[in-house]
Nanobody, 125 residues
Framework: QVQLVESGGGLVQTGNSLRLSCVFS????????LAWFRQAPGKGREFVAA???????YYSDSVKGRFGISRDNAKDTVYLQMDSLEPEDSAVYFC???????????????????WGQGTQVTVSS
């Protein structure tokens, strides 16, 4: 059974940075693809970034160049480094994991069976 626990959210000003962490509990972390999604009030869950088991990374156009996803297989942890934050980045950020997601579906929330509880990120203008 996989459990994901996010941390690192908070309130920051525009232009500042945050680093989110997601600790994975379960077996075979290195076989999983991990992703970050976010959900703002009244909106659907939006893909942010993903990192596959082979460490290839993928980003949404809205965060490319500002956010970086990475994984530490020794710590069973995935990170999301968020720089140059904007008010539009305010949302609850969720970590997701899948052992079976295919490349064509890596940006789809439906492709991930395991989810964390989310961490709030608020960027003030």
């Amino acid at each position: 059974q996989v459990q994901l626990v996010e941390s690192g959210g908070g309130l920051v000003q525009t232009g500042n940075s945050l680093r989110l962490s997601c600790v994975f509990s379960g077996n075979a972390f290195r076989r999983y693809s991990l992703a970050w999604f976010r959900q703002a009030p009244g909106k659907g869950r939006e893909f942010v970034a993903a990192i596959r088991y082979n460490s290839y990374t993928y980003y949404s156009d809205s965060v490319k160049g500002r956010f970086g996803i990475s994984r530490d297989n020794a710590k069973d942890t995935v990170y999301l480094q968020m720089d140059s934050l904007e008010p539009e980045d305010s949302a609850v950020y969720f970590c997701a994991a899948s052992q079976t997601v295919i490349l064509s579906a890596i940006r789809s929330a439906n492709a991930y069976a395991n989810w964390g509880q989310g961490t709030q990120v608020t960027v003030s203008s």
